[in-house]
Each structure stands twice: as structure tokens, then as C-alpha cells.
């Protein structure tokens, strides 16, 4: 099963709203990622899990949180964002850093 | 000299036709290589790890010269439905996240 399962699907949000993303995998992989991907763009990385610790962090603003609660799960809390950070927010996961990675389905996120 | 380059196409092509993607990475190191397929508006997909001694799968061969530090995607026999994004991705070193190329664009015409 090589399933990484995101939710929501959509979220549309105001710039004062709070929300988070979810991202889930059972193929028990070390490494998780969030990744943002414009149109007609590649995904461009944010943030890496390794052994559920934040290994990497690409520059990203503070209104993006990443939380890892365990191997399975790895939230993106959401906060105080900008028209521009609408985008679609891609989960993926692998056995470790490097290896090749599992995309979840996306959340497309809009901000209002 | 860009991590992975490729060139954006896009690629239109008749039916049946052969079409050929390549794709440069500038680092020697590199360690792994993979071809990626993503349609619009969805994830991307892996299609093929791409080996050494080169891989095929169906209608798809995957080569990789190490000396020349480029990777190719031949696929034989294009389908209206292998229309998408190609995503040429690098393992620059070891215990690196993956590097994606900016994305071959595929059109296949009845």
C-alpha cells in the first residue's frame, strides 16, 4: 500500500483564520514532507521530517507550522497567511531522506 | 548551472509517435534518479527509478550516463493518456532530499 492520505482536499481561508492540514502514511516511513507547488511549477520543498524530528526547514515563514505527532502523522497549522500562499500543499513521504518519495493527493488551498 | 534541468516543451506529438526527454544534473555525486509523471491539478507520481544499467518498463526505457551527467526518458508508442507533466527528480547526495527539475510538458494528439 503505497497510500499518503491528505484532508482536507480544498480549504478555502481568510487571512485571520487558523487552520491545519493533515497528512497520513502507513508504509512505515522514516522521512515526511511538505512541499507547495504553484501552477505550472515543480513542487518546491518547506519543510522535511526525519525520525519525526524537523530536519529541514527551506526559509519558510512562521505562518507556516509544521508538527509531526508521530512516524504516521505530519500536521501544517496555518496561520495569519497572504493571498500568495495560495497554492497546492503536497504531503509526501519515503523509507528515509533521499529515497524515493509517496505523494498524498494535495490540499488545494485558497486565501482570501 | 541549475541542480536538474529540462526542457519545459512543451512536446506535442501524434499519436503512435516516439518522444525522448532528457535532463542534466550538475552534481557528480548524485546517487539516485527517478522519473516522475504528474497530470494537471493532481500529485506528482512516481513512474520509473532510473538505474545504472538502465530500466524498461513497458513502453518506457529509462537510461542514465553517469559520464555525461543526464538522464533520458524514451517512450514508445504515446497514448493520448501519457499526455502530462514529466518531472526529472536527483538524490543530489546521500541523506539530501530529493531535487526536482522544473517539469518536461507532453501533449499527445489524436
Known amino acids: 500500500d503505497t497510500e499518503v492520505t491528505q484532508t482536507p482536499k480544498h480549504l478555502v481561508m481568510g487571512m485571520t483564520n487558523k487552520k491545519s492540514l493533515k497528512c497520513e502514511q502507513h508504509?512505515?516511513?522514516?522521512?515526511m514532507y511538505w512541499y507547495k507547488q504553484k501552477a505550472k511549477k515543480p513542487p518546491e520543498l518547506m519543510f522535511v521530517?526525519?525520525?519525526?524530528?524537523?530536519?529541514i526547514n527551506e526559509s519558510v515563514p512562521s505562518r507556516f507550522s509544521p508538527e509531526c505527532p508521530n512516524s504516521s502523522l505530519l500536521n501544517l497549522h496555518l496561520h495569519a497567511l497572504q493571498p500568495e500562499d495560495s497554492a497546492l500543499y503536497l504531503c509526501?513521504?519515503?523509507?528515509?531522506?533521499?529515497?524515493?518519495?509517496?505523494f498524498g493527493q494535495g490540499t488545494r488551498l485558497t486565501v482570501v | 548551472r541549475k541542480e536538474v534541468e529540462q526542457d519545459p516543451g512543451p512536446f506535442n506529438v501524434p499519436e503512435g509517435a516516439t518522444v525522448a526527454f532528457n535532463c542534466t544534473y550538475s552534481?557528480?555525486?548524485?546517487?539516485?534518479f527517478f522519473w516522475y509523471r504528474q497530470d494537471c491539478r493532481k500529485e506528482p507520481k512516481l513512474l520509473m527509478s532510473?538505474?545504472?544499467s538502465g530500466n524498461e518498463d513497458g513502453r518506457f526505457t529509462a537510461q542514465l550516463n553517469r559520464a555525461s551527467q543526464y538522464i533520458s526518458l524514451l517512450i514508445r508508442d504515446s497514448k493520448l493518456s501519457d499526455s502530462a507533466t514529466y518531472l526529472c527528480?536527483?538524490?543530489?547526495?546521500?541523506?539530501?532530499?530529493?531535487?526536482f527539475g522544473k517539469g518536461t510538458r507532453l501533449s499527445v494528439i489524436a
Open positions: 509526501a513521504s519515503s523509507q528515509v531522506i533521499g529515497t524515493e518519495a509517496f
Open positions: 508504509m512505515g516511513h522514516r522521512a
Open positions: 521530517y526525519s525520525y519525526e524530528k524537523l530536519s
Open positions: 552534481n557528480s555525486a548524485s546517487q539516485s
Open positions: 532510473v538505474y545504472s
Open positions: 527528480v536527483v538524490n543530489p547526495s546521500g541523506n539530501t532530499p530529493l531535487v
